[in-house]
């Protein structure tokens, strides 16, 4: 019940692009798989369609139905003229450039999919969720609706390498530069790793939605399985609770190592839950405390605590959100 059309132009009579089919067939390849190789959308590429009529189609197809997730993505020609936005396609004309970003507002918007997610890498793409009326600009954009797009609606969208720089970034986040701790990739997600990258001086993304709850569109292996993270609340009985450490909890600290060791030596059990709280530091949930690395608040018997990361992923544990 996730479906994504994904669309590259390159074949613009006038004014050619290089980078857009290259983009298009690596959204669908990386949209198709999870990244332990699950299957996650059932992808339609389309590649240089040649007629408004026929993208219009494609996406009202899309859109159709009730599935959980309908995504599209577009990379190719972006056009604004004094009423609107549109995404360009090669029979363009004067006054008819292709299909208007108003039209798939309102093809999105009249969706009963659960969850709507268009992603533009065109020319002045930030137009939609945009509605020019009477002078006025308004933004209309209805529950379930999520726009990601490469740039505002004054800016170009650049190509470098083969690719569009957004796409390249939007690919890097999906791969998973943009995952959580627990592996997911959002799109509020995807928004905040790509404006982070992209400078105060280039091209700059914009992201409009009205969810309540973000619906991933990827999911990666996570730098720390959620069954340690599950077990945060055996080791922390409130999340400002601090867990004392000693030397028995350091697994070099023991006899048969060939270095100066400290009694309590090593103990099995202490030395598993250290491993896991040391995976979990490495991913910003713990944090020694009165020392910089987590082998020295062993062995010198300090402790450790949640950081206010850490307290999140705590209680979601505590409410089965994890």
């Not at 280039?202 to 969810?211: C, G, L, S």
Request: aromatic share 8%; proline share 5%; glycine share 8%.
């Amino acid at each position: 019940m996730r479906k994504a059309l994904v669309v590259g132009i390159n074949t613009y009579p006038q004014c050619p692009l290089t980078g857009c089919i290259n983009d298009a067939n690596a959204v669908a390849q990386i949209l198709e798989r999870n990244g332990d190789g699950s299957a996650n959308f059932a992808v339609k590429k389309v590649l240089d369609v040649n007629s408004k009529g026929i993208l219009r189609g494609h996406i009202e197809d899309c859109f159709a139905g009730d599935a959980d997730v309908a995504l599209f993505y577009f990379s190719g020609h972006g056009y604004i003229d004094a009423v609107g936005g549109n995404i360009v396609t090669p029979d363009y004309c004067e006054h008819d450039m292709g299909v208007s970003m108003q039209d798939i507002l309102t093809i999105v918007n009249k969706s009963k999919c659960k969850n709507k997610v268009v992603v533009l890498d065109c020319c002045h793409s930030g137009f939609l969720g945009r509605i020019s009326t009477e002078g006025q600009t308004i933004s209309i954009i209805s529950e379930g609706v999520t726009l990601l797009t490469a740039s505002k609606s004054d800016e170009p969208a650049l190509e470098i390498a083969g690719h569009g720089v957004f796409t390249s970034l939007f690919l890097s986040a999906l791969s998973g530069g943009a995952a959580d701790i627990t592996g997911y990739v959002t799109p509020g997600g995807i928004y905040a790793y790509i404006d982070k990258a992209l400078g105060p001086w280039e091209q700059r993304p914009v992201f409009k939605t009205n969810v309540t709850r973000f619906s991933p569109l990827r999911k990666v292996i996570p730098q720390v399985s959620e069954v340690i993270i599950r077990r945060i609340i055996n080791y922390f009985d409130k999340s400002d609770t601090e867990v004392r450490l000693n030397p028995s909890f350091e697994p070099t600290n023991s006899p048969i190592v060939d270095h100066e060791v400290i009694e309590p030596y090593a103990d099995k059990d202490n030395v598993k839950l250290f491993s896991d709280l040391q995976k979990l530091e490495g991913v910003g949930i713990i944090v020694p405390c009165e020392e910089e690395h987590m082998y020295f608040a062993a062995m010198k018997s300090k402790s450790c605590k949640l950081t206010p990361v850490g307290q999140h992923y705590w209680r979601l544990v505590k409410e089965n959100l994890i």
